[in-house]
């Protein structure tokens, strides 16, 4: 009886200390994870982690299940402090995907170097740059709890409004068919079919999301509203700001 009651306590007291060297969004994944299928992360949401210890932070999320993920850091042409090289390889030894915004800078570095302009990719950049700004800096400010917490409450230090997987979905995937529109000069005709599926992917996020109670739906409404607001930014400034090597 003795043994088994000072082992339960050696356990318990070892669970703790667990739990105390782990930050709470990263318990908040570990726990996720042993109850449903995980696809994909934003790294905004362990954004602190990342920023301490990127490397053993990825390792985590791929011990943890996870297969794609979503970055939210690009500084001086740099992901984490790796360049797009290093972060791909890193993701690739743990068998992590960069889903996202890896099909959209790479289609953009395509189009930039078939018609020689940076353009496409600067404004593949700015797009993935203001989205973690502007999302990030709302779900700062507001703190908004999540579905699976059991409760609505702002400023509690949440992050569920607004939804960065409904943003990133319209920003991301518009600007994608924004550039495939500009350069290679398709008729209306795909460049509505485009639209369309765009829309069809940003409300198949949504729906998942519902689904999963991942946000609320105010979360998702809000999400899609600073998306198009992002991407009609985005497509203004190509259309305003002359370039000498843009197409006309």
Known sequence: MNTSRRSFLRKSAMGLGAMAIASPAMEALAAKAKYSKLVGIQLYSIREDMKTDPMGTLTKLAEMGYKYVEHANYINRKFYGWSAQEFKKRLDDLGLRWLTASVLLI??????????????????????????????????????????????????????????????????????????????????????????????????????????????????????????????????????????????
Do not use: E
């Not at 579905?147 to 994608?176: C, I, K, Q």
């Open 107 to 248: 289609a953009a570095a395509f189009i930039a170097y078939k018609f020689k302009t940076w353009r496409p990719l600067n404004l593949a950049v700015l797009s993935l740059l203001s989205l973690n700004l502007v999302v990030g800096t709302f779900k700062i400010f507001l703190g908004r709890t999540k579905p699976r917490d059991g409760f609505d409450l702002l400023h509690v230090g949440g992050m569920s409004y607004p939804s960065g997987h409904a943003s990133n979905a319209v920003l991301s995937w518009g600007v994608l068919a924004y550039l495939i529109y500009r350069y290679a000069k398709v008729d209306r005709y795909q460049g509505r079919l485009a639209s369309a599926g765009v829309a069809l992917i940003s409300l198949t996020v949504c729906t998942v999301s519902l689904i999963r109670h991942t946000h609320w739906f105010s979360d998702l409404l809000g999400g899609l509203f600073v998306g198009s607001a992002l991407l009609v930014t985005v497509i203004a400034i190509d259309r305003y700001v002359p370039s000498k090597s843009q197409l006309h």
